[in-house]
């Protein structure tokens, strides 16, 4: 038994490492990597498994019964055949106890195998729960790490392939804990004890019996190491899958705008092939070794039934016909355990290999995190200030310079409009202040306290950002205005809607504010989604607000309306206001104008006007053309 659980962990972790190991070219998920070998990854994986104790006890103690129920078969089998070939060569056979053993032969018989089906159904029962158990602790573990993961992780990695691992990985441990953890037990005690009491019947014959064995295990090496990449590919390839299908949802606008459908077509169906190619690969394999392994065991089957045969009819040979039977019916019961080695190195190797993704995952350590010792954030002011900001972006391409010596500070009731040509680092610079991103060097201070230093969720609710780019949820509107505090009364949840503008049109609708909206918004405006993000922000009543180009997709007149609610909102908070639109800040206290990462110049509209830089240059191509033709309009 030692020696087959040895083997098979040995040719698993080779196996595993293999399989693991990353392709030529391929691009490496995460910075680093300390999941460990394909071993270390089975014995994480066993380790928690091994939490649910009673479990464990349980299905050892059924598979320790069923594999004793399974082996009295063959020796009842045996020890019927010989008490039927004693009352056959007595001198006066005795045709009633010959009905009485084989009666009771075959009730022994059907006691046992209905003992062994209910010891099986049980074991494979609590192999499955536990099975069943580690999925969805894993799965919880990995949401509620992807929930933690900082931006900058999210930017680098794409998400078909976070849920390629969420869903296929960890299927792959948990068919894992399924099939191949207390599998290999029941195979083990099963194998390791029918050999014992072959070998104490008659051991050359016992070796013939088992001379496929080695043969079985020799073929599911092979096959897993011909299998190694491919399974590790196959995932590779169902997670571009992913990737292509979740582009292609996400933007089906863009590709029905273009006509598009013909070469999305195409594209997933390369993929698709790719994957197709490789699952048949992988299956090819299966069944050849599978055929091997039939051919190994009949081969032996055969030799038993020759050699025995001949040790039967060899008069000075103590070797009996129910010894024949008794080892013939061992073979045969021993079939199927034997072929299911391949089946259970090749969901050792895959657990390992869905193990390694998945942990990669799962020991990623949060870039943006609480630290030790963080207290809350206690807003006294509600004072904004950076200090001498520089960032940069640190993805494949290197680190790429955004923000450079940036430094300003934004008070209640003051508002701070942000301005500059694409790529100034506008849109990064609203990303530092709830901490989306730790800046490279100098302090964002909120009423004196780093925000560093402080936790994420306090800095967060003291903190409204509404972003350029909204997301709505699938769900009614009051759910997604309440989104940062469910429990909102509904009159609050209304009063944010009716300051946002919105208020009117959400009334017009049949069901109102419990109208459900489509996913990411689609049955809504550009405009009305923006309205709808901006209801969400205010309704929190952050001390600190940021308007991240948030008005971009509302008309001037709305967009005028919505300031001039706002006003009443804002009194006492710092509002910071990001756009490209001049008019939509040119009311702000104080304007910085941003190009290159750097405060190039700053001031009110007016001193800005004066200064007659390139805040006048871009008001110059704004405003004043509108201002010409409605003067020229006017003449006319």
């Known amino acids: 038994m030692s020696f087959l659980l040895n083997l098979l962990t040995r040719l698993t972790v080779v196996s595993a490492a293999s399989a693991t190991a990353p392709a030529a070219g391929s691009a490496s998920m995460t910075d680093a990597d300390d999941t460990g070998g394909g071993f270390h990854v089975l014995m994480r994986i066993i380790r928690m498994a091994l939490e649910y104790k009673m479990f464990i006890a349980v299905g050892l103690v059924l598979i320790v019964g069923a594999s004793i129920f399974q082996l009295f078969i063959p020796l009842l089998i045996g020890s019927g055949v010989e008490t039927v070939e004693e009352i056959f060569n007595s001198e006066n056979p005795d045709i ?28 494979m029962y609590i192999s499955e729960n536990l099975a069943q158990r580690l999925g969805y602790r894993l799965r919880m573990l990995y949401y509620e790490k992807l929930q933690r993961l900082s931006f900058a992780y999210h930017d680098r990695v794409h998400t078909g392939d976070l849920l390629t691992r969420g869903l296929l990985d960890i299927e792959g441990v948990r068919a894992f804990a399924s099939r191949g953890m207390l599998r290999v037990l029941y195979l083990a005690i099963f194998v390791g004890t029918g050999t ?21 295990a020799w073929r599911s090496v092979v096959a897993r190491l011909q299998t190694s990449q491919g399974w590790r590919r196959y995932q590779e390839e169902m997670g571009q899958l992913t990737k292509i299908m979740d582009e292609n949802l996400k933007g089906i606008r863009v590709v029905r705008s273009f006509s598009a459908e013909p070469y999305e077509l195409v594209k997933y169906d390369k993929s698709s092939n790719e994957a197709f190619n490789r699952a048949y690969q992988l299956v090819t394999v299966r069944a050849t070794n599978l055929s091997y392994i039939t051919l190994a065991f009949f ?8 050699v025995g045969g001949l040790k039967v009819l060899d008069e000075s040979d103590p070797f009996s016909l129910g010894q024949l039977a008794q080892f013939l019916a061992f073979m045969s019961i021993m079939q199927n355990p034997v072929r299911q080695l391949g089946m259970v190195v090749a969901g050792w190797a895959r657990g390992a290999t869905s193990g390694k993704r998945l942990f990669e995952v799962l020991d990623q350590v949060p870039e943006i995190d609480d630290k030790p010792g963080a207290k809350d954030l206690v807003i006294t002011g509600g004072v904004l200030r950076f200090e001498h900001i520089d960032f940069a972006y ?22 701070i409009g942000i301005v500059g040509p694409p790529g100034s680092g506008k849109s990064t610079l609203a990303h530092l202040i709830p901490r989306f991103y730790d800046p490279i060097a100098g302090r964002i201070l909120i009423d004196d306290q780093d ?9 967060r609710r003291a903190v409204g950002v509404v972003e350029q780019d909204t997301f709505l949820f699938t769900t009614t509107i009051d759910n997604n205005v309440a989104y940062g505090d469910p429990w909102a009364e509904h009159r609050t949840i209304e009063s944010a809607t009716s300051n946002a503008q919105m208020g009117e049109y959400v009334e017009r609708l049949p069901s109102g504010y419990g109208t459900l909206i489509g996913e990411r918004g689609v049955s809504l405006s550009g405009g009305q989604r923006q309205r709808l993000s901006i209801a969400r922000s205010i ?3 952050p001390q600190i607000i940021v308007f991240d180009d948030s008005t971009a997709a509302i008309d001037a007149a709305t967009e005028q309306r919505i300031r001039a609610a706002l006003q009443e909102v804002t009194a006492d908070r710092a509002t910071i206001i990001i756009s490209h639109r001049l008019s939509s800040l040119m009311h702000a206290n104080e304007i910085l104008f941003l190009e290159g990462g750097k405060i190039v110049e700053r001031g009110s509209h007016a001193e800005l006007l004066e200064q007659g830089g390139k805040y006048r240059d871009l008001y110059e191509l704004q405003i004043r053309p509108e201002d010409d033709n409605v003067q020229s309009g006017g003449e006319v």
């Open 96 to 123: 009633d106890a010959l009905r009485w053993t084989l009666v009771t032969t075959a009730g022994m018989l059907l006691g046992s195998a209905v003992l062994r089906g209910l010891f099986t159904y049980g074991h």
């Open 196 to 216: 014992f009491l072959m070998m104490r019947e008659d051991w050359q014959l016992a070796l013939i019996s088992l001379s496929f064995v080695p043969i079985a």
């Open 299 to 306: 081969g032996a089957m055969s030799l038993v039934l020759l």
């Open 394 to 415: 640190m993805d494949q391409f290197g680190d790429e310079q955004v923000l450079t010596d940036v430094t300003f500070e934004a008070r209640p009731g003051h508002t």
């Open 451 to 459: 925000i560093s230093e402080v936790t994420l969720a306090s800095l």
């Open 539 to 541: 309704m929190l009543h």
